[in-house]
């Protein structure tokens, strides 16, 4: 596996290696990682993993300094998976003194997360642009566990016309349901044994809209329950999959964002 670490090392791996298909990671990487790696290989490409803390997607008041980093642990998963290439920028060489310029997204990007982390997908839509242009990347495989961002990246490659193919990658859960995330490491005992809640509440949701009732109540039912249970939600709503709004119709995308503690867990499910 080859490690690279500056713009000359990148560019001279891809001229060895042709069009590449992209994974791009922050690290403290897990199975969810992985199975990106895998569905990236899947497509028959050589594949390179980017990890980078992006610091632009966080807000002041945001984890950026506590967001967990074990680049050895990486590095040695990446490898036993198989990936051919790992891109390591550091930050001074992805934001070089005097940078001005940024990607602006609306649409998907407006509500949720969005409105919940201002600018944070200006600074996601950011990094990815930049990790497209210099990967040369002919595929990127995002998480579906972040299924804004997904979108947001989707609606950005489309406007932009970027020369690129964007795959989900399904979310990876614990045997209790739990969406694996890097945050997850995060949790206290009684959070952990909390957090599986969410998702089984967000199915019930489901199962009671495919069973006749209203979203509204089934939705309101399923924030009543967490709050109970002592999630702050932050949302749990019905919306449009691709643009993110709210709606009533089926087949639609359940998403949520609940607080346990410090950590913020963020969840989907398709509602058919
Ligand atoms: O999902 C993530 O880990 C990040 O938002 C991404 C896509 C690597 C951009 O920094």
């Known amino acids: 596996m080859q490690i690279l670490r500056d713009l000359d090392a990148l560019r001279a791996a891809r001229a060895a290696r042709g069009p590449l298909a992209l994974v791009p990671t922050m690290g403290a990487l897990h199975e969810g990682h992985l199975s990106l790696v895998a569905a990236a290989q899947a497509t028959g490409l050589p594949v390179i993993t980017s990890i980078f803390v992006n610091p632009l997607q966080f807000g002041p008041n945001e984890d950026l300094s506590r967001y967990p980093r074990d680049e050895a642990g990486d590095l040695a998963k990446l490898d036993a998976a198989g990936c051919d290439l790992v891109w390591l920028p550091s ?11 940024s990607i602006e997204v609306a649409g998907p990007a407006e509500g949720w997360e969005g409105a919940a982390r201002p600018g944070h997908f200006r600074g996601v839509a950011t990094v990815c642009a930049k990790l497209f242009l210099q990967t040369g990347a002919a595929v990127a495989v995002f998480g579906e566990k972040d299924w804004q961002q997904y979108q947001v990246i989707r609606r950005m490659v489309a406007d932009l016309d970027l020369p690129l193919r964007i795959l989900g990658g399904e ?26 809640r969410l998702h089984q509440a967000m199915q019930a949701a489901a ?66």
């Open 91 to 101: 930050v001074a060489a992805m934001y070089p003194e005097g940078r001005a310029t």
């Open 171 to 196: 979310t990876v859960r614990e045997a209790d349901g739990l969406a694996m995330s890097s945050r997850n490491r995060f949790l206290g005992p009684q959070e952990r044994a909390l957090a599986p």
């Open 207 to 272: 199962a009671a809209m495919a069973a006749g009732t209203a979203p509204a109540a089934a939705l309101a039912e399923a924030r009543a329950g967490l709050a109970a249970l002592g999630f702050g939600v932050d949302y749990l709503a019905l919306v449009e999959p691709e643009t993110l709004r709210e709606t009533t119709a089926r087949p639609g995308r359940l998403i949520a964002a609940a607080r346990l503690g410090s950590v913020r867990l963020l969840d989907n499910i398709a509602a058919g």
